[in-house]
């Protein structure tokens, strides 16, 4: 059964690159047609999706964050990774990786803070 | 800038039935923007209940079904139980995006 878990710093500061990864276990992330996915959610308020990629190289991101965001997969560490440029405040989220939104992480927090 | 609308709050009665519903601002809500329904409980990741409209998946209850209704993708729940109570979310596809509706906090009450 296949389980994802993000990683990365919680605490990133102002205009610096937030990096997180998503491990994939039980299963590989190569197997399959399946699109894998960031989303993030702040407190108190809804989700977004932040974009996903597949293993055949097809990536879509969300328009309004498109020009500061780089989601890659890597197949021999069996994970793929979010990059997320220039941060603010607004960038504080819970983010969530998930495989075709049907298997999800259990999110990890990143606040950004100085 | 597309927008994704829901009701923001709905209240059910244990054992009523009732319908959220999900707008697209560009119109009508077809088969083809694949719609998806998520539910949310505190503290918890999202949970698929549909995809591609009407699909469950093998944890959905049978009290849940989803339909397009009106231009909208439509989440109905028949008998709802206390346990329906949460935020659900519906996803819409836009050449290839998802984008999440704003969430429909659901009061069984």
């Known amino acids: 059964q296949v389980q994802l878990q993000e990683s990365g710093p919680g605490l990133v500061k102002p205009s610096q690159t937030l990096s997180l990864t998503c491990t994939v276990s039980?299963?590989?992330?190569?197997?399959?047609?399946?699109?894998w996915s960031w989303v993030r959610q702040p407190a108190g308020k809804g989700l977004e999706c932040i974009g996903r990629?597949?293993?055949?190289?097809?990536?879509h991101y969300n328009p309004s964050l498109k020009s500061r965001v780089t989601i890659s997969v890597d197949t021999s560490k069996n994970h793929f990774s979010l990059k997320l440029s220039s941060v603010t405040a607004a960038d504080t989220a819970v983010y969530y990786c998930?495989?075709?939104?049907?298997?999800w992480g259990q999110g990890t927090t990143v606040i950004v803070s100085s | 800038q597309t927008v994704v609308t829901q009701e923001p709050s709905l209240t059910v009665s244990p054992g009523g039935t009732v319908t959220l519903t999900c707008a697209s601002s560009?119109?009508?809500?077809?088969?083809?923007?694949?719609p998806n329904w998520f539910q949310q409980k505190p503290g918890q990741a999202p949970r698929a209940l549909i995809y591609?409209?009407?699909n469950k998946l093998s944890w959905t209850p049978a009290r849940f079904s989803g339909s397009l209704l009106g231009g909208k993708a439509a989440l109905t729940l028949s008998g709802v139980q206390p346990e329906d109570e949460a935020e659900y979310y519906c996803?819409?596809?836009?050449?290839?995006?998802?984008?999440f509706g704003g969430g429909t906090k659901l009061t069984v009450l």
């Open positions: 039980g299963g590989s992330i190569s197997s399959g047609f399946y699109f």
């Open positions: 998930a495989r075709e939104w049907v298997v």
């Open positions: 560009t119109g009508a809500v077809t088969s083809g923007y694949y």
């Open positions: 591609n409209t009407d």
């Open positions: 990629i597949n293993t055949s190289g097809s990536i």
């Open positions: 996803l819409l596809y836009y050449g290839g995006v998802g984008v």
